[in-house]
């Protein structure tokens, strides 16, 4: 599998840019998986729902599935701040591609995702994992580079680059955890 992160500030349009690189590989015959950064108390269950009585009752682990999917949900009963490539583990194992969103502090190869009204600094100054830029602004970059850069509407050109450059993603899972 071939893991890459999208890293930047809120705003920026990591989102976006992951949801409309998901089909774009999907065309290129890919299989893809997100691992997605959330903050502190986020829910996807909801009260009154099976699942949901269930964790409330105290259960550390739930499994819902049906014939199209399945979730897993899992209750800390302590804090605990699993790392990426902990995360990464917990995925099956049969994709081609991870997007990462978030973790902009990771020691994976990533692709930061700069837009110049966000008044944020650029990070791919100072983090030597940052390899390509994604802006709307590709002359207002603070910093000259020898990066790629690319235009955030311009996705199938990023997932050509994606495929042509797979090697550079692979990910080796002995090395991480």
């Known amino acids: 599998m071939k893991v890459v992160a999208f890293s930047g500030d809120s705003g920026a349009g990591k989102t976006t840019l992951v949801e409309r690189l998901i089909p774009a590989l999907k065309l290129r015959g890919q299989r893809v998986s997100v691992v997605k950064h959330a903050h502190h108390k986020f829910d996807i269950d909801h009260p009154g729902k099976d699942t949901h009585r269930h964790r409330e009752a105290g259960a550390f682990e739930v499994v819902v599935a049906s014939n199209?999917?399945?979730?897993?949900?899992?209750?800390?009963e302590q804090s605990a701040s699993l790392t990426v490539h902990q995360l990464?583990?917990?995925?099956y194992q049969g994709v081609d591609w991870v997007l990462v969103?978030?973790?902009k502090q990771s020691d994976l190869l990533k692709i930061e995702v700069w837009r110049p009204e966000t008044g944020k600094l650029a990070r791919y100054i100072d983090d030597d994992f940052v390899i390509a830029?994604?802006?709307n602004a590709p002359a207002q970059l603070p910093h000259k580079t020898l990066r790629p850069v690319f235009e955030l509407d311009q996705v199938d050109v990023l997932a050509d680059w994606l495929i042509e450059q797979a090697h550079r993603f692979e990910y080796s899972f002995e090395m991480q955890i």
């Open 68 to 76: 199209q999917r399945l979730a897993l949900m899992r209750e800390f």
């Open 88 to 91: 990464i583990a917990e995925l």
């Open 101 to 103: 969103e978030g973790f």
């Open 133 to 135: 830029i994604a802006t």
